[in-house]
């Protein structure tokens, strides 16, 4: 069964603690790509990588970084250095950049 | 700078009552024109890609038309179940990031 799986679900984290989101994908697409998505504010794109080993900065890269050392794995950490990590995080990919995007579950973030 | 605004914010209706959400668009040289589906707590479901001025897509109750500036998705005799938001998203023009749209919100009532 193919898709994007998030995991966890929901996450607790205390204020200064860095704490990597899980993205995993069985549908052999190139591209992966890290939105956020706050209410009445949309989705803003984190990060995104075409191809292993490669990723570029989204709109909103400040206090996050990612990782891409096999196909089906895109990573993100939330570091301290994010001011309001608070929100819904969403994982997409797509089989070749710019083509529609297929998305996980998301996560839940609450920085307490 | 490449912009989709989407149309409006939020639409109630009647079970039965169809109407249009549009999206429209300012992406220089479009590569397509992408719809989804958003539940509460979710992630965004694909429904349809759009290329070219002309083209529709449906799917039971919904289809989607595209033309040089806009898209609309069309809702024809909707149930309570078709309640979700409703998101379009296109590349950004030179680029491989996707834009989205702050999305419509449709609630169809019994």
């Known amino acids: 069964d193919g898709g994007i799986t998030q995991s966890p679900k929901y996450l607790f984290r205390k204020e200064g603690q860095n704490v990597t989101l899980s993205c995993e994908q069985n549908l052999n697409h190139d591209a992966m790509y890290w939105y956020r998505q706050d209410p009445g504010q949309g989705l803003r794109l984190i990060y995104y990588s075409q191809i292993v080993n490669d990723f570029q900065k989204g709109d909103i890269a400040e206090g996050y970084s990612v990782s891409r050392e096999k196909k089906e794995s895109f990573p993100l950490t939330v570091t301290s250095a994010q001011k309001n990590p608070t929100a819904f995080y969403l994982c997409a990919s797509s089989i070749i950049p710019g083509t529609e995007a297929f998305f996980g579950q998301g996560t839940r973030l609450t920085v307490v | 700078e490449d912009q989709v605004t989407q149309s409006p914010e939020a639409l109630r209706l009647q079970e039965g009552e169809s109407s249009s959400l549009n999206c429209s668009y300012t992406v220089s040289g479009l590569r397509g024109l992408f719809w989804y589906r958003q539940d509460p707590g979710k992630g965004p479901e694909f429904l349809f890609t759009?290329?070219?001025a002309g083209e529709e897509k449906e799917k039971e109750r919904l289809k989607a038309t595209l033309t040089k500036k806009e898209s609309f998705l069309h809702i024809t005799a909707p149930k309570p179940e078709d309640s979700a938001t409703y998101l379009c998203?296109?590349?950004?023009?030179?680029?491989?990031?996707?834009?989205f749209g702050k999305g419509t919100k449709l609630t169809v009532n019994p």
């Open positions: 759009l290329y070219s």
């Open positions: 998203a296109a590349p950004q023009g030179g680029s491989e990031k996707l834009v």
